[in-house]
């Protein structure tokens, strides 16, 4: 079974600065994607960005991007620029391509991330 | 507003009592995952169903039971509630051809 593990399980970062969180995981797969979840106060999951495991370029979305390292099954989320809003739960998450049942997302146990003004 | 619709957003109930959470799906979606997140923990993964049929189970204990209706909303039933089933419950559908999930607003279980 795949394991999504996040190391820091909280995280601080000034306003305007950038912030780096970690992710790691484990397959033995070679087809998946990989997905960034922000949780606000307001308990809502909201997709934050999305990485397909056989495209090499990183993924960006606005002031949001990934380092992603597959060989060493590892799924960063670079911040930049943070913002008040951006603080939350962040969840790292996987999910097979593998054509069989389920492809469910396996989530790690999230990030809490400050922001100070 | 992800498109996925769930009921009650919030419900106290006793231990031993039996409750019923809806879900209807972002349109077009056939595939409904549920997962239970307990206070500052992740999201765990309970079942998914595709279409109307189950398609995987993950840590979903024997008390509870879901299903899918041929309209694609589904029901999350726990029964036999004990304290440790406080939780806030996830409906999901699947969308794209990427397969990522949006989630509902979620219905948060307080068993007294």
């Known amino acids: 079974a795949q394991t999504v593990t996040q190391s820091q399980p909280e995280m601080s970062v000034q306003e305007a600065e950038t912030v780096t969180l970690s992710c790691t995981y484990d397959?033995?797969?070679?087809?998946?994607?990989l997905f960034w979840y922000k949780q606000p106060p307001s308990r809502q999951m909201i997709l934050v960005i999305r990485?397909?495991?056989?495209?090499?370029q990183n993924a960006t979305e606005n002031r949001f991007s990934v380092n992603f390292q597959k060989a060493a099954k590892s799924f960063s989320l670079k911040i930049s620029d943070s913002q008040l809003g951006d603080a939350a739960m962040y969840f790292c998450?996987?999910?097979?391509?593998?054509?069989?049942?389920?492809?469910?997302?396996?989530f790690g146990g999230g990030t809490r991330l400050m922001v100070k003004p | 507003d992800s498109g996925v619709t769930q009921t009650p957003k919030h419900l106290i109930t006793a231990t031993g009592q039996r409750v019923t959470l809806r879900c209807s799906p972002r349109?077009?979606?056939?595939?409904v995952y549920w997962y239970q997140q307990s206070l500052d923990q992740g999201l765990q993964f309970l079942i998914q169903?595709?279409?109307?049929?189950?398609?995987a189970k993950g840590n979903i204990l024997e008390r509870f039971s879901a299903q899918q209706f041929p309209d694609l909303h589904s029901e999350l039933n726990l029964s036999s509630l004990e304290l440790g089933d406080s939780a806030l419950y996830f409906c999901?559908?699947?969308?794209?051809?990427?397969?990522?999930?949006?989630f509902g607003e979620g219905s948060r279980l307080t068993v007294l």
């Open positions: 999901a559908s699947r969308g794209g051809y990427t397969g990522e999930l949006f």
């Open positions: 998450a996987y999910r097979s391509n593998i054509n069989n049942a389920g492809n469910m997302l396996t």
């Open positions: 397959t033995s797969e070679s087809d998946y994607y």
């Open positions: 349109s077009g979606d056939l595939s």
């Open positions: 990485q397909e495991a056989y495209k090499q």
């Open positions: 169903y595709y279409n109307g049929e189950e398609r």
